[in-house]
């Protein structure tokens, strides 16, 4: 009996130390498996440090080429400023004397055309003070019978044809002298005044005494008066210019009768006198 229970025992010992090494055993692969899953990890992160390290300096590397090539195109650029500002010194004063007589002909200019400025205004007063004085010598005219202004520079009298001529007649009146003395009186306290007279119809065809149409009657009347201002009062036949415009520079519409009576009449232009013009464009 005792060598069974030995047996037994001693059995017992090896099985139970068995598992305690198989145990401690577990034990010892479970923590070697931490210490390798740990070191994974350390690793992995290491790893992950290394790899953003080196896109950083990728990317630094990368921003200084960029700027390495931007400071050299700046220099560049800065050579070729240089460079061009050297030329512009150059050609500044090789031209210098040329753009100062540019300057000087611009002076010029200047007072040329000042010396116009002041020929149109001393034209201008002279032609106020020939309306003012005819106005004065017409007195109290009806304005629809005889018109004084002055547009564009050119003075023109504009009479009325009833205050002239009979009706389809060009033979001037007895009451058209009156008028046409008064216009004359002015005129001839200005001898150096060059004038022209037109004569102007309506629209309605004339044909009769030997006159083919309105351009013949419109120059009739415009002769009619100028051989008056001459015969009559004296003035210059070699400043006195006729013309027919015939129904062609009508004021108002031929389609009433009011109408047609503004557009019958004798206009006597004031020529401007462009001597003083003409010498100082002689002079440049």
């Not at 099985?15 to 198989?22: K, P, R, T, Y």
């Not at 498996?33 to 300096?57: E, P």
């Not at 564009?152 to 007649?169: E, N, P, T």
């Not at 013309?243 to 401007?272: C, D, F, K, M, W």
Request: aromatic letters at 6%.
């Amino acid at each position: 009996m005792r060598l069974p229970l030995l047996t037994f025992a001693m059995l017992s010992s090896v099985l139970f130390f068995s598992c305690v090494s198989n145990k401690k055993f577990e034990q010892a692969q479970n923590a070697a498996r931490a210490t390798r899953d740990s070191l994974l990890g350390v690793n992995s992160k290491l790893l992950s440090s290394l790899n953003t390290c080196t896109d950083s300096t990728h990317a630094k590397d990368r921003r200084l080429s960029d700027l390495q090539s931007q400071n050299a195109l700046l220099k560049e650029n800065n050579t070729q400023a240089l460079k061009q500002l050297q030329n512009l010194s150059v050609i500044t004063s090789t031209q210098a004397e040329s753009i100062k007589k540019s300057l000087d002909n611009i002076g010029a200019k200047d007072t040329y055309i000042m010396d116009l400025q002041k020929e149109m205004q001393k034209k201008d007063s002279l032609n106020m003070a020939l309306v003012m004085n005819l106005k004065g010598a017409i007195g109290n005219m009806n304005d629809q019978d005889i018109n004084i202004k002055v547009d564009k520079g050119v003075v023109f009298i504009d009479i009325s044809d009833k205050l002239l001529f009979k009706s389809g007649s060009y033979e001037i009146n007895a009451r058209a002298k009156e008028v046409l003395g008064k216009v004359a009186l002015v005129l001839k306290n200005q001898p150096d005044l060059e004038f022209m007279v037109e004569g102007h119809t309506d629209s309605i065809p004339y044909k009769r005494a030997g006159l083919l149409d309105n351009w013949d009657l419109s120059v009739k009347r415009a002769t009619a008066v100028v051989r008056v201002l001459q015969n009559e009062y004296g003035l210059s036949p070699y400043h006195i210019t006729a013309a027919g415009r015939s129904e062609y520079q009508p004021v108002a519409s031929n389609a009433t009768e009011e109408g047609r009576a503004l557009n019958r009449r004798t206009r006597i232009v004031i020529l401007p006198q462009l001597d003083q013009f003409f010498k100082l464009l002689e002079t440049k």
